[in-house]
């Protein structure tokens, strides 16, 4: 159990075009969901929280306008690049907080979408 | 500022050898995770450590937690080319988690 999916699993797009990146809990409901971004070599940075219904919240630096956040279901948030630019090319990585846990540390990983912008 | 820094940052060795592992801060934490994630691939839990001092096994994997909680390691015995990965810790208690820097292993048959 407790597996979470994104889709797709890597895409290419030109630059100033949007990109929408889908992450689903598949046997868990999510209260909350997380994104993170990993560049080559680094480590995960949290770009956001976001939770089902409500607006996300952003970590300081990353812009909201860009990454436009929705959470609709307790299954599905999603995360859209708008007008991507090359420097927006990286891993992106959702992870699920499931309802049923007392720990919002609880977090189970999706397996990462690639994003290359030309 | 990087809350939590790993060291060493890159690690090449041979199979059979023994490893170690750490993740230092200057902040105490409610508990600490270890993952590992490998290329392409989204973060794998190992263990959590929440007790200062704690000392968890899995199987050749060894974690401990400082007595300060602010630090733990992580000690493979008799390393495996099937280990082979990015290991990450992960602080709690911010109401998310903070990842450290990384430790990337590259076991060699």
């Known amino acids: 159990g407790a597996v979470v999916s994104q889709h797709p699993s890597w895409v290419i797009c030109k630059s100033g075009t949007s990109v929408k990146i889908e992450c689903r809990s598949l046997?868990?409901?999510?209260?909350?969901m997380f994104w993170y971004r990993q560049f080559p070599k680094q480590s995960l940075m949290l770009m956001a929280t976001s939770n089902e219904g409500s607006k996300a919240t952003y970590e300081q630096g990353v812009e909201k306008d860009k990454f436009l956040i929705n959470h609709a279901s307790l299954t599905l948030s999603t995360l859209t690049v708008t007008s991507a630019h090359p420097e927006d090319s990286s891993f992106y990585i959702c992870?699920?907080?499931?309802?049923?846990?007392?720990?919002?540390?609880?977090?189970?990983f999706g397996p990462g979408t690639r994003l290359t912008v030309t | 500022t990087q809350l939590l820094e790993q060291s060493p940052q890159f690690l090449s060795i041979q199979e059979g050898e023994n490893l170690t592992v750490y993740c230092n801060s200057s902040?105490?934490?409610?508990?600490l995770q270890w993952y590992r994630q490998e290329p392409g691939e989204g973060p794998v839990l190992l263990v959590t450590v929440v007790t200062g001092g704690e000392v968890k096994k899995l199987k050749r994997l060894t974690f401990q937690f400082g007595d300060a909680r602010k630090d733990s390691s992580l000690h493979i015995t008799a390393a495996q080319p099937g280990d082979t990965g990015l290991y990450l810790c992960?602080?709690?208690?911010?109401?998310?988690?903070?990842f450290g820097t990384g430790t990337r292993l590259l076991v060699s048959p």
């Open positions: 992960a602080a709690t208690g911010f109401q998310k988690l903070v």
């Open positions: 902040s105490v934490f409610s508990s």
């Open positions: 992870s699920a907080n499931p309802l049923r846990t007392a720990s919002q540390y609880e977090q189970y």
């Open positions: 046997d868990f409901q999510a209260t909350t």
